[in-house]
């Protein structure tokens, strides 16, 4: 019950911080998002400090490079952990 390499979940909830309006999206599994247009409200979602893109810092499932264990692309000068 190891396998778990292909278990890439590619669907995640982007919930907005200003106006709780969510919206489920399909993410690249080649790239990063970095930002994303709230479909409520217009704002434009940012990652948080920390985070690699608006998946992991407003989706309910992190992308697909750190679902895989790595780490996703542009993330530097991080080395904790
Ligand atoms: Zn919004």
């Known amino acids: 019950m190891e ?21 489920a999206e399909t993410m690249p599994t080649d790239a990063c998002q970095w930002f994303y247009e709230c479909k409520g409200c217009g704002l434009l979602l940012k990652p948080k400090a920390g985070d690699c893109c608006v998946y992991c ?3 309910t499932v992190p992308c697909p490079p750190i679902q895989q264990g790595g780490n996703c692309c542009g993330v530097d000068g991080g080395d904790a952990d």
């Open 3 to 23: 396998n778990q390499a292909q278990n890439i979940e590619l669907t995640s909830t982007l919930t907005c911080p200003e106006c709780g309006h969510s919206e």
């Open 57 to 59: 810092s407003y989706g």
